[in-house]
């Protein structure tokens, strides 16, 4: 197989080697050998709680908020950031929600199967497909999920006629379970979720809690037709709702099965819903509603006939995947991907240049699995994209929004995946709405505020029972980092069609950080209090601490922010007492300063590091995924000053190489962003470590699936590596177009085409090496995909600059441009 996909010559038995199919609502990884397949089926929308969840006891009155806010603010002015620390733990309320395993399905080849197994997944058509055995013996499985129907659909072909049985389960609370129904033969579970699901590292009693209520929580189904060319029988236990809920090893087990005897083909068409309509809605419906909407999209699905279905799919999800691709210049060594990620492999160290196309396929990876996790209408990807077996997944499989939930989208506009983009702006616009509660509710501001964590319901207050430490606990900047990439989208697009629908939002988070802001006795305005996720410092007594005054990552978040709605207000002709207010705090808030060592200082006050070598880079938001933003008067394509540079690069440094695979991939951009291309290398010989070796720590990898390794798997990895390695070949947020910026020597030669620079101009190019391994540009090739996109560029490679003249929707190869006249 070509770099676009995945190989694997044994049977899927643990989590991290299934592999993923999806189509942004409906998820399932696939599991097994060419006997025996299990489909861990996910649904976007399965969640615990509701909207109420945000009402649950736990918070302080708005009184006693206010007070504990006033008297942490006091002693951060004294010096007792501990105090402080301690005094914010009151404001936390509970925790959010969780994201929960939806079914399981195992379709099985009874008797003896085939002892050999090749399975693959074709990023391309998103496929999978499993063999095993030769000639009357043979069996093959075909997997697949279609967005234009909304059903997933399993295929089994044997070479003779052969007995399967099917059997289905959850680890929810089951509440029916069919394996025969008046429609022909199907497959039928009726479920009901928690109310409450506490995070795993949370010491909540009981962790899961069920009511029973209606609209106290969602219910849900799953309804799968059996397409056959035999006989089928059902053996069915009737499911006892009032029996208690059993810790859940294999949710398919006991309670019957369907049985096709004598049959050569086999297709399971498969579909889930459940009573989830929307994040500030409370659940309507009950699970035979949901049965009833899942149902109808199997039949529609049948009616339609699966080779219908299955072109309708194809080319949807290629209208997407086909828009960019990585070809390194090399042969593609043959065989298991897995074999591949270990034989690149070193010690303590990966050798990626081995295997260029092993880092072509990761780079595809992150755009297959954003595609399939994350599209117009379904909620965002979570911290597992869409894919999760555990009733208590890490984390909660939620969307933690200091970092993690961003980086899932830093690929989605620069390497031509914008529409992937919606379901975070439908969650920004939810987030509006329950954080202008949260904001009257604890600080008695304006405008709307979020913090470190959310949901499917959008929950925003701070969470962690009075019991966690505020270093990431307590965040209320999460909605400006999350406006950020409204911005971010709307440069590339062909209107502001975006920015305008949002102003109100855009505008009202400002607002709350306005109140959100404090101004010391020289007039300046800083955030108090302050944490810099997820990080903490010494204080001068030596104690630990995590809350301060005006951390770099607020500053730079508030500035970046106040400045586009003073941009925006100006564009769209609007006057607004929070714009005048914005345009009066610009000149006198805060900036990050050179602190200790000529490192970025991460707060206000040079503190010392606690952790040197912290995963987090809060500090360094601004270099990436943020852009320079000139001081009032410079020209829009001014550079950062030097002094700030050098200290950004020093934190960096300090930092150093070694860190979770999510953090391995923020640096990846980061030395992008400062053309540092060996260290871009140093970095890839990290990110390419297999996870099978116990490195100990927070060591990140890959999986033998190539789910990157936080650990455990967090998708983050894998979509932020996408992006990183797009800037190290394509920038475009200096106010001209960059090319091979940071190329790494892992891909001594090759081609990239379909990648994005603003503000909407695909860019293909090409390269290789001289005798001396220096980059020698070998094509480029620029197409303005709308008008606003036509008109003069500026191109940049190395120290050579051209200008080109582009037309909406007409290639130019621009290469004679930036080429040496000796080349």
């Not at 994201?99 to 058509?125: K, M, Q």
Request: glycine share 10%; aromatic share 6%.
């Amino acid at each position: 197989m070509s770099a676009h996909g995945l190989v694997s010559t044994a049977p899927a038995e643990r989590w991290e080697e299934g592999m993923p199919l999806g189509n942004g609502g409906l998820g399932a990884m696939v599991l097994g050998d060419a006997r025996t397949a299990r489909l861990v089926v996910n649904d976007d929308t399965a969640w615990s709680g509701s909207p109420a969840s945000a009402d649950e006891p736990g918070l302080p009155d708005p009184g006693r908020a206010r007070e504990l806010l006033a008297r942490a603010r006091a002693l951060i002015a004294t010096g007792n950031h501990v105090g402080a620390g301690r005094l914010l733990r009151g404001l936390q309320h509970r925790h959010g929600q969780s994201y929960l395993p939806f079914a399981e399905l195992e379709i099985t080849v009874t008797g003896a199967g085939p002892a050999d197994v090749r399975r693959t997944l074709d990023f391309r058509t998103a496929t999978q497909t499993t063999h095993g055995g030769h000639g009357a013996d043979a069996v093959s499985r075909t997997t697949w999920v279609s967005r234009p129907h909304g059903v997933l659909v399993h295929e089994v072909v044997t070479g003779r006629p052969r007995d399967l049985s099917i059997r289905a389960g959850s680890r929810l609370r089951l509440l029916h379970r069919s394996y025969a129904g008046k429609s022909g033969d199907d497959v039928v579970l009726h479920l009901l979720m928690p109310a409450d699901v506490a995070p795993a590292h949370d010491p909540v009693d009981p962790p899961v809690r069920y009511d029973d209520r209606p609209g106290a929580s969602l219910r849900g189904a799953l309804v799968a037709r059996v397409l056959h060319d035999g006989s089928a029988r059902a053996w069915t236990t009737p499911a006892d709702p009032a029996a208690p809920d059993p810790v859940v090893d294999d949710p398919v087990a006991g309670n019957g099965r369907l049985v096709v005897t004598g049959a050569t083909r086999l297709t399971l068409v498969v579909a889930t819903a459940t009573t989830y309509r929307g994040p500030v809605d409370a659940p309507r419906g009950d699970e035979w509603d949901a049965a009833l909407d899942a149902r109808a999209r199997v039949e529609d699905a049948v009616e339609a006939g699966p080779e219908t279905v299955r072109r309708e799919q194809v080319a949807d999800h290629r209208g997407l995947y086909d828009r960019a691709e990585l070809v390194p210049g090399s042969a593609e060594p043959p065989g298991d991907t897995a074999r591949r990620l270990l034989a690149v492999n070193d010690g303590a160290v990966a050798r990626p240049e081995r295997d260029p196309h092993l880092l072509a396929t990761l780079f595809h990876y992150g755009r297959y699995l954003l595609i399939c996790s994350s599209r117009p209408g379904t909620l965002p990807a979570n911290l597992q994209g869409i894919w999760n077996r555990e009733l208590q997944p890490p984390w909660s499989s939620n969307f933690t929004t200091n970092i993690n939930l961003q980086m899932n989208y830093w690929p989605a506009s620069t390497t031509n995946l914008a529409e992937t983009e919606e379901p975070l702006f439908d969650l920004i616009r939810a987030l509006a709405v329950t954080g202008r509660r949260t904001a009257r509710r604890l600080y008695d501001a304006d405008g709307w505020v979020a913090h470190h964590n959310t949901d499917a319901w959008a929950y925003s207050l701070p969470v962690g029972h009075g019991g966690h430490d505020p270093k990431w606990a307590f965040w209320p900047m999460a909605g400006l980092w999350l406006t950020r990439h409204v911005a971010e989208h709307a440069a590339f697009e062909a209107d502001d069609t975006l920015l305008t629908s949002l102003w109100d939002v855009l505008r009202d988070a400002a607002a709350f950080t306005l109140d959100w802001l404090v101004r010391d006795a020289d007039g300046w305005w800083g955030t108090s209090p302050s944490t810099s996720p997820e990080n903490d410092f010494r204080t001068a007594d030596g104690r630990v601490a995590s809350v301060a005054s005006s951390s770099a990552c607020d500053l730079d978040l508030v500035r970046d922010h106040l400045a586009l709605v003073v941009a925006e207000a100006e564009r769209q002709g609007i006057e607004d007492p929070v714009v005048d207010r914005a345009r009066a705090v610009l000149p006198r808030l805060r900036r990050p300063r050179v602190g200790r060592g000529g490192a970025l200082a991460e707060w206000e006050d040079d503190f010392e590091q606690h952790d040197p070598h912290h995963r987090h880079l809060s500090p360094l938001v601004r270099l990436y995924p943020g852009r320079w933003w000139p001081a009032p008067g410079e020209p829009a394509t001014s550079a950062p000053a030097p002094e700030w540079l050098d200290a950004a690069v020093r934190l960096l440094d300090e930092r150093g190489d070694e860190s979770t695979g999510w953090s391995l991939a923020w640096k990846i951009g980061l030395r992008a962003r400062l053309r540092q291309a060996p260290a871009v290398d140093r970095l890839l010989r990290l990110m390419f470590r297999d996870m099978e070796t116990d490195r100990g720590g927070q060591s990140g990898g890959l999986y033998p699936n190539l789910f990157a390794a936080h650990p455990p798997f967090q998708i983050d990895g894998n979509l932020g590596f996408t992006a990183g390695l797009a800037e190290a070949l394509l920038q475009s947020h200096r106010g001209e177009i960059e090319l091979l910026p940071a190329l790494p020597a892992a891909l001594p030669s090759g081609r990239v085409r379909g990648l994005v620079a603003r503000p909407g101009i695909e860019v293909d190019l090409g390269w290789d090496r001289d005798g001396n391994g220096a980059p020698r540009l070998l094509a480029v090739t620029l197409r303005a995909r709308h008008a606003r996109a036509a008109g003069a560029h500026r191109l940049r490679w190395g120290t050579r600059t051209a200008t080109v003249e582009l037309a909406a929707g007409r290639a130019v190869e621009a290469t004679g441009l930036l080429r040496p006249a000796a080349s």
